[in-house]
C-alpha cells in the first residue's frame, strides 16, 4: 500500500485510495487555495500577538525595574526566551518606537495628575473647600484678594506657576503647614523655586494687607458697640490686650537660646502682643519678642500705648500690671482681681471679676482661631524666620503673624452683637 502524506491543509492533497468509493467529491480548487490562506493569516496573526505580548512584558518589566535595560533584549535576542515571530526588525522597531512614545505620554498623564491643578476652577462655585485651602470664607472673598495683589505679582510667559498659583502656595503652607519639598511634589516645581515664590508672596501680603490690622476711631467702636460691652462696661472699652507664643527650632547661639526660652511653654518660643477691638476684629499686632520677655514689658515697650487714647479702658489678665503706666496717659485698665493674702474674694469682687471675664474670653477666641485657621503658627518655625530681615529691619516671622491676622479679619466674627 503507498502511503501519502495526510496533510488536509495543501490545496493540492487528494486520497490517492477510493477505498470502495466510486465517486470522490472533488472540491473547488479556488475554496481550498482560500481556506489555505485563511489559516496561514490566523497562524500569522497569533505569531504576531506572541510577539507583542512579549514586547510589552518586556517594557513592563523594565518599568518596574530600572536597574533593567531595555535596549538589552536585541531582535537576535528574542530567540533566547523562546520567542518566534516572522514580524522583520524594521516592523518590531517600529513597534518599539509607538510604546516609547506611549510611555512617554503615560508619564507626562500621570505627572499631570499627581500636579494639583489649583487654578480658580478648582475653587469657583465650592466655599468649603475655599475654607480648607485658604482659610478664606468663600470665594468671593479669596477673588478680592487675589485682585488686589495681581498687579504685583511677578510672573512672566515662561515661569512655572501662574499668578493665582503663587498666591495658593502662598495660603496653602500658612493654612496647613506644608513643608518646602511637600509643596513642591504638589506643584512640579523645586524646592527653591517654592521657597523664593513663598518670600516673595508674603513679602507682598505684609505690605499690602496690613492695613486690615488698624484700630478703629472712637466714633466706629462707639457706633459699633456689641450689646455685652455695653450693658458691663458701657462705652469705654476701646481694646483687649494678651499674649500668645509661637514655637522655633532651638537657636544655636546661647544668647538667643536663652532670650527665647519660655518658661511658661517649656520650649524655645517668640511672643506677640495682639489687641482686639469690642467687635472681634485684630486691631493690633506686635513684633516678635523673645518668648522670656514678661508681658508687660512688652506692652510698655513694642509701642502699643501709642494707640492709647485718654479715657480709653483696656481689659487684659492679670500678668498685665499697667495701671500706672495707662494712669499717666488718663487712660484705665481692667484685670481679674488677685486672691494674693486674701482667703475669698468679696461679692462686688466676684462680680467685677466675672464681668472681665466673660468679656475677656474673646481675646482668647480670637487667638484660637488665628492659630487653627493658620496652622503655620503652631510651629516650630525655623530659626530663619527669625533670623533673617529686610532693609527695614522685619523679620519673616513678623510679616507671616501680620498677613495671619489680616486674612483672620476677613472672615466673620467671633463676637455676637445682640
Known sequence: VKVHHYDRNNPDWAPSL?????????????????????????????????????????????DRDDSTDYHEYSKEGFSSVGI??????????????????????????????????????????????????????????????????E??????????????????????????????????YRFCVSSSTVSRIFKAIMDLLSMKLKFLVRRPSREELIKTMPMIFRVNFGKKVAVIIDCFEVFIDRPSNLMARAQTWSSYKHHNTVKFLIGISPQGVISYISK??????????????????????????VLADRGFDLSDTLGLMCAQIKVPTFMRGKKQLSMPEVIDTRKIANVRIHVERVIGSVRQKYLILNGPLPIDFVMYKDNEGVTMIDKLVVVCCALTNLSPSVVQFE
Open 18 to 62: 477510493n477505498l470502495g468509493h466510486l465517486k470522490v467529491k472533488e472540491s473547488s480548487a479556488s475554496t481550498a487555495v482560500a481556506r489555505f490562506e485563511r489559516v496561514l493569516q490566523r497562524e500569522k496573526k497569533k505569531n504576531d500577538l506572541e510577539a507583542a505580548s512579549a514586547l510589552l512584558d518586556l517594557v513592563n518589566c523594565n
Open 84 to 149: 518566534q515571530t516572522d514580524l522583520t526588525v524594521a516592523v518590531i522597531e517600529a513597534m518599539e518606537a509607538e510604546i516609547n512614545c506611549l510611555r512617554d505620554e503615560k508619564n507626562k498623564l500621570k505627572a499631570k495628575n499627581d500636579q494639583m491643578d489649583l487654578n480658580q476652577e478648582f475653587f469657583k462655585g465650592d466655599d468649603y473647600r475655599v475654607k480648607f485651602y485658604t482659610g478664606l470664607p468663600n470665594f468671593l472673598v479669596l477673588m478680592h484678594v487675589f485682585s488686589f495683589v
Open 151 to 184: 498687579p504685583y505679582i511677578s510672573a512672566g510667559n515662561k515661569s512655572s506657576l501662574t499668578k493665582f498659583q503663587q498666591l495658593i502656595l502662598t495660603l496653602l503652607r500658612c493654612r496647613l503647614n506644608l513643608s518646602v519639598q511637600d509643596l513642591a
Open 288 to 313: 516678635a519678642w523673645g518668648g522670656r520677655v514678661s508681658d508687660k514689658h512688652l506692652t510698655e515697650n513694642c509701642g502699643f500705648l501709642d494707640n492709647i487714647l485718654p479715657g480709653d479702658l
